[in-house]
């Protein structure tokens, strides 16, 4: 598909195929061993190096702060808050979302919120979440949950209103009372749109997280970077980020692994 | 006129991805005449429009030669000219945009650009949408449009890919009439590729079938009607009926198989 | 990803919401009795009125517009920054095959990096004025920029492409006739995902750093303990929200008259 692909074929095949793996790996990789290695060497030589710590510094630290486990109560309350703000959205967002798409009084009544909250960049929210809750895991938790809601409402609110009327009918024709038809017909036929809105706010609760965190917390991984800078460890402040950029990007892949797996009829 | 002769000898095209190749098109030789209508009929998958294509210039042969009088086929040119099944039209132009285009490319002057795309416009009764955007269109209306910007800067060949298959059956053959209208008037080359059998002996002079994978020339059949009669004339005769007949026999022995697989 | 319908209910336009605001009339009302009467403390839920009214005064006295003039010029000379680079690296990555093999890479792991943790960072670096928000508004928004624009240029119809060469297009032409206006969607909808993150880059680095803004008047509020503040200046940002994603929105809607 990608050029990138026809060009590295071309390279592998003169290999032998043992080593095709580990050779088209390399190649693909190189520009990022590039871009790091021009850090190391920047690192001490155009900037100082407390300034901008050499990659391979912030490599061992970040080894350093795993094996010590002195991250980890943090990063543990972190992906807790990420957790439970999610995990709201979901169940709220998914019922707000089909409820609005099939009846019309409950459509009526929520969208003028959500028209009004849409254009509120949701960290903005992070001082009126500190006034209602104090500095904490729930102030955390609501903005994930309010940045997230958005996605998954709109996702299943757009996809139950376009459910196959076929299958309803079908599904009616088949005896089934109305009152259990959304349950039983249209949230299964919307979970794949609500499946790529959770894909959509994945990365959106990690921002989320990490706005909160670097202005209303005591404890976590947006705090940790935040007392790092304060007391001059850069070093360790980007190996804290390393880890949480780490944290999300396993986040969607192995979600997206897993929707693989679960859901095979898509 | 001695122009829009094509030429392909022992034409060969693989495709490879990694390690596998495919070959699509195998040592297919072929003349088409100036001003001829001919048709290439196969199973699907048998790479005509792979054939089409490297005719274009869109894609390069593996080996053989192709020529379009006597000039070799390097690339695409303004010589041939592409009518694709999903019209292609640039979505961000409107029609007359989109029939100008062309003649905009080979530095034709605003007024005469203008004038010629009108032409061609009121000829496929286009006119009054020229300021619509493709996305306002019908896909007979599309299709349409597509082959008025291809008209437009007067290639000597068309090429056309499945042009009709979209559309449904009234329009079909409101849309074949008027090619048929269209390559009398204008002493065209047409290189037609289409699965339909029917369509395929009542557009064309010579119909040729294409084997199943790879693709090559099986046979070639000769259709001579009498084109000054009436389509239903045309259709209910007895030799109309033994010529699709003869394609849709060769034809049958090549997709055969596939229901054996 | 189409942003566009992505965020829009059909019929959800806050402006002609008309049909559903009795909901939001009777919520504030009752926002408003029930902190009239005090069963809400003052401090959580301050009464509407109240609110309004100090909306009112800040923006009279300029504290809002000279704030909001803040923020909104480095969200959006950041963004404009992100939107340069992304499109000229994403339309690169997308047509190049050396560019695609250097950037790939680097698109595939920066993208899910939460830039707004740099924010400490771009502190110590660059201290507490515009330079430091404006470069991070412009690293953070770049990302979404360039992985749309590449994946619309990656995604133009190969048809459209032979078709405007059959017709005599060069390659050099081809980008400017073709591959860009073809690209367009994406590109504007890469632009529309990336103008909240820059609201949100600045908001947060206003709240950690100072230096003005309306997220630094408003974590003053928290500070000061004045809740009226805090709910004054959210209105300010709601609006400003509101205004910044329908100028966009309209700038779709008239470049983009033809989808």
Redesign the interface.
């Known amino acids: 598909m990608?050029?990138?692909n026809?060009?590295?074929?071309d390279v592998e095949?003169t290999v032998p195929e043992s080593i095709q793996r580990p050779v088209r790996f390399l190649l693909?990789?190189i520009?990022?061993f590039?871009?790091i290695g021009f850090w190391e060497f920047a690192s001490g030589v155009f900037v100082p190096s407390v300034?901008l710590p050499p990659p391979s510094e912030v490599a061992s630290v970040t080894w350093e702060l795993l094996v010590s486990g002195d991250v980890l109560p943090h990063l543990q309350i972190s992906l807790f808050r990420v957790g439970v703000g999610l995990a709201l959205s979901i169940s709220i967002g998914v019922l707000l979302g089909v409820g609005?798409a099939r009846s019309d009084p409950v459509?009526?009544?929520?969208?003028?919120?959500?028209?009004?909250i849409?254009?509120?960049?949701?960290?903005?929210?992070?001082?009126?979440a500190?006034?209602?809750l104090g500095v904490g895991t729930e102030t955390a938790v609501l903005i994930v949950f309010l940045a997230c809601l958005l996605?998954i409402v709109?996702?299943s609110?757009?996809s139950a209103r376009d459910v196959d009327q076929n299958l309803i009918w079908s599904a009616q024709m088949m005896g089934m009372p109305s009152w259990k038809i959304p349950l039983k017909v249209v949230i299964p036929a919307t979970i794949p749109s609500i499946l790529t809105g959770i894909r959509?706010a994945i990365?959106i609760a990690?921002?989320a997280?990490?706005?909160a965190e670097?202005?209303a917390s005591n404890e976590g991984?947006?705090f940790e970077?935040?007392r790092?800078?304060?007391v001059g460890a850069?070093t360790h402040?980007?190996a804290?980020?390393v880890i949480?950029?780490a944290a999300?990007?396993f986040a969607?892949r192995g979600y997206e692994w897993l929707e693989q797996k679960v859901v095979r009829w898509t | 006129m001695v122009e829009g002769h094509v030429t392909i000898s022992n034409l060969e095209k693989v495709y490879e991805s990694g390690a596998e190749r495919t070959k699509a098109i195998d040592d297919l030789s072929l003349e088409v005449p100036s001003g001829e209508f001919l048709s290439v009929v196969g199973p699907s998958g048998c790479g005509k429009s792979t054939l089409l294509y490297l005719v274009a210039g869109f894609l390069e042969a593996s080996s053989g030669t192709m020529a379009v009088d006597d000039q070799s086929i390097n690339g695409p040119g303004t010589d041939r000219g592409v009518v694709f099944q999903d019209y292609a039209l640039f979505p961000w132009r409107t029609v007359m945009g989109n029939v100008t285009y062309g003649l905009e490319q080979n530095g034709v002057a605003k007024e005469e650009r203008r004038s010629r795309a009108q032409r061609f416009i009121d000829m496929m009764d286009l006119d009054g949408f020229e300021d619509k955007y493709p996305k306002e269109l019908s896909g007979g209306m599309k299709q349409r449009v597509a082959l008025a910007r291809t008209l437009a800067y007067d290639p000597k060949i068309l090429l056309m890919d499945e042009p009709f298959g979209a559309l449904d059956q009234p329009l079909r053959e409101l849309l074949q009439d008027h090619l048929l209208d269209i390559w009398r008037d204008l002493e065209k080359t047409v290189m037609f590729i289409t699965h339909d059998v029917e369509e395929a002996v009542y557009l064309s002079e010579r119909v040729m079938i294409m084997t199943r994978h790879p693709g090559t020339k099986k046979a070639s059949v000769e259709i001579d009607v009498d084109r000054s009669q009436d389509r239903e004339d045309i259709i209910m005769s007895d030799e109309y009926t033994d010529m699709k007949n003869q394609v849709w026999q060769s034809l049958r022995e090549e997709t055969q198989p596939e229901k054996q697989l | 990803m189409d942003v566009s319908n992505k965020l829009s209910f059909d019929r959800t336009d806050a402006v002609n919401a008309g049909k559903s605001v009795y909901s939001l009339i009777i919520v504030l009302l009752i926002w408003e009795i029930v902190t009239q009467l005090g069963m809400i403390h003052y401090y959580f839920l301050p009464p509407l009125s109240d609110i309004l009214v100090r909306f009112f005064e800040m923006t009279v006295d300029g504290t809002l517009i000279y704030h909001g003039y803040l923020t909104v010029r480095r969200a959006l000379v950041g963004l404009v920054i992100a939107c340069t680079l992304g499109i000229v690296i994403g339309v690169l990555t997308a047509r190049n095959r050396i560019a695609s093999w250097f950037f790939d890479p680097i698109i595939e792991v920066g993208y899910p990096v939460p830039v707004i943790a740099l924010v400490p960072v771009f502190l110590f670096w660059f201290g507490t004025g515009d330079l430091s928000k404006i470069v991070l508004v412009a690293i953070g928004c770049f990302w979404p920029v360039a992985i749309n624009v590449r994946n619309a240029t990656r995604d133009v119809d190969e048809n459209l492409i032979w078709s405007a060469r059959m017709m005599g297009t060069s390659d050099r032409q081809l980008l400017r006739r073709v591959i860009v206006p073809a690209s367009a969607p994406g590109i504007i909808s890469g632009i529309q995902i990336a103008l909240p993150i820059s609201l949100i880059i600045t908001f947060v680095f206003e709240m950690v750093a100072g230096g003005g803004g309306l997220g630094h008047i408003e974590i003053q509020g928290v500070r000061t303990f004045d809740s009226v503040q805090v709910y004054a200046t959210l209105i300010a940002i709601m609006i400003l929200g509101f205004a910044l994603d329908r100028g966009l929105r309209q700038v779709r809607f008239r470049l983009l008259n033809w989808t």
Do not use: C, H, T
Request: proline share 8%.
């Open positions: 990608s050029y990138a026809l060009r590295l074929a095949e693909e990789w520009p990022l590039i871009v300034v609005m459509e009526d009544f929520f969208e003028v919120f959500l028209a009004l849409y254009p509120i960049p949701k960290a903005a929210l992070v001082p009126l500190i006034l209602w996605p709109l996702n609110y757009n959509q990365p990690f921002i997280l990490v706005s670097l202005i991984v947006g970077i935040l790092y800078s304060e850069y402040m980007f804290v980020l949480i950029s999300a990007f969607v």
